[in-house]
């Protein structure tokens, strides 16, 4: 069995994986750390869960350990899809760099420009940053990534559900063309694709077994609902999300309700507190402020049920959860795969519960075939017939907002890379390791929470239910009736 010893890692970052309590490299790890280190690029095809962020840290601490950063010139880069995995990944650099003299900056949305300038000002051997806010900052003219020798691209699979990629594309272009590449995708999709044979030279592929069917230790279920009038399907979800999480009595100590769109997360979780259950929301359009405090306190323990979006749970390491709830099936059957794999992890036994209306038989069967399962049908507990509760509407919710892919900025031309015909490749199987560890989120300072904005590139669209014909300008009196319907 390898030993992260013999991975050739700084002592110093040695002690530091030492005291992580961690035994032996994870294979993502074995894999990417040694080809990191002799400088090359590497293809990470691995999901969040498997060791990926300290197969990019670990080296990255080892390699900068040595040498100084300059002002506003960061020596290294890490892109993340969302705040919450930069979070992540900065909280990881201080775990691992704790005997290592290192500077970072945590460039993302929702934490003031002022400190982060003062911080870049000095200069940073690590700039961990969405590629929205480093772009911002680039324009006023605070950041140069002509001195990035490393840089990473985390979670790339998202980064394209988001609308990232003529963004990573632009970031690419500004940095040195000698820089290290070390990029990382759950899956690669053809864009993917394109991407890494444009940018990378000659990488290491270092693959782990990719999920494709769900853990065993995850009991899986789902109930039908008729549905019919959206509204009156919605109160019913509602009642039927209350029975089955009360079904499920003592055996559900914490839970992930899913939803596909934010109003939904904001109507469940504020619907569930109404009935005494204790029930926080996390979507992309809240606080970085209350985003950090829920996770924190779901973290914690404190909190026992999370209501969220895809992109806001995505990648949360978050070590027992013993329930997620569907409230709806996931638009992207891959989706699911990764909901359900918040819980069941380490090892423990998961349950994983989703609702499907009728509207929805065709997500649940494309779920299905990529599992290549039956999900095991669960009787209705209300019966099938669920009363419905009628109360009296109040006026908080805001229109549909689903989590849509940002939209992005006006492609800049890549700067090439030379192709190398047969690139070498590190072909390493197996299956995620669970995670081991809790750690706490990165607290951040507030600010007024921003709209995307129109940087007038392509992105994949998700906004089913926008409301189409009126541009930005929706009269209130519709938001507000729509939002009415819905309020229970
Ligand atoms: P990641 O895939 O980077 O999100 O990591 C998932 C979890 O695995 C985190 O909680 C890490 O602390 C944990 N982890 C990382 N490397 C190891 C290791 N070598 N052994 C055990 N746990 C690890």
Redo the contacts with the bound molecule.
């Keep these: 069995m390898t030993k ?1 010893s013999d991975l050739n890692l700084a002592p110093k970052v040695l002690k530091a ?1 030492d005291d ?7 294979p ?2 074995e894999g990417a750390i040694p080809p990191a280190l002799e400088g090359r690029d590497v293809l990470g095809i ?10 990019f840290t670990l080296p990255m601490i080892t390699m900068l350990a040595r040498g100084r950063a300059r002002a506003r010139m960061p020596r290294s880069l890490v892109l993340c899809p969302t705040r919450e995995l930069a979070a ?1 990944v900065a909280e ?1 650099f201080d ?1 691992y760099a704790k005997y290592v003299k290192l500077t970072k900056a945590l460039l993302i949305g929702g934490v003031s420009f002022n400190e982060q300038d003062r911080l870049i000002d000095r200069g940073v051997d690590v700039l961990i940053a969405t590629p929205g806010r480093l772009l911002d900052h680039f324009e006023r003219g605070k950041l140069l990534l002509t001195g990035v020798q490393i840089m990473v691209v985390d979670e790339a699979d998202r980064m394209l559900d988001m609308g990232f990629i003529p963004d990573i594309e632009r970031i690419f272009a500004m940095t040195p063309f000698t820089r290290q590449t070390l990029f990382f995708s759950a899956t690669m999709a053809p864009e993917i694709e394109r991407i890494t044979n444009t940018f990378l030279s000659n990488p290491a592929r270092v693959e782990v077994a990719r999920q494709a069917t769900a853990a065993e230790n995850i009991a899986q279920n789902v109930v039908m609902i008729k549905g019919g009038r959206r509204d009156k399907a919605a109160t019913e979800k509602r009642d039927l999300l209350r029975a089955l999480i009360t079904a499920e009595g003592d055996s559900l100590t914490n839970a992930i309700i899913f939803c596909n769109r934010k109003t939904d997360v904001d109507i469940v979780a504020k619907s569930l507190k109404k009935h005494g259950f204790d029930a926080a929301p996390i979507h992309g359009d809240l606080e970085q402020s209350q985003r950090t405090r829920t996770l924190d306190g779901f973290r914690g323990g404190e909190l026992r049920i999370l209501v969220a979006s895809d992109v806001a749970a995505r ?1 949360l ?1 978050v ?1 027992s959860v013993s329930h997620v709830f569907n409230f709806d099936v996931p638009g992207h059957a891959e989706d699911y795969i990764h909901r359900i794999g918040r819980t069941g992890r380490a090892g423990r036994d998961g349950k994983a519960i989703m609702i499907c209306e009728g509207r929805d038989e065709k997500n649940l069967a494309a779920v299905e075939q990529l599992i290549k399962k039956e999900i095991p049908r669960l009787d209705n507990p209300l019966g099938g017939n669920a009363p419905e509760t009628v109360q009296p509407a109040e006026k908080t919710a805001k229109p549909d907002t689903q989590d849509k892919p940002r939209r992005t900025r006006t492609r800049s031309k890549p700067a090439k890379k030379p192709q190398v015909s047969a690139p070498a490749e590190t072909v390493v199987e197996t299956t ?8 706490p989120a990165q607290d951040t300072k507030p600010k007024e929470p921003k709209q995307p904005r129109n940087r007038g590139g392509r992105g994949r669209g998700k906004d089913n239910n926008k409301v189409v014909g009126m541009g930005e300008d929706m009269p209130s009196f519709i938001a507000q009736s729509f939002a009415e319907r819905y309020d229970d």
């Design positions: 992260f994986v992580a309590g961690y035994e032996s490299p994870t993502i790890q691995a999901q969040t869960g498997t060791g990926k962020t300290a197969s992540q990881n775990t990648g390491d070590p995620p390791v669970a995670p081991v560890q809790e750690q």
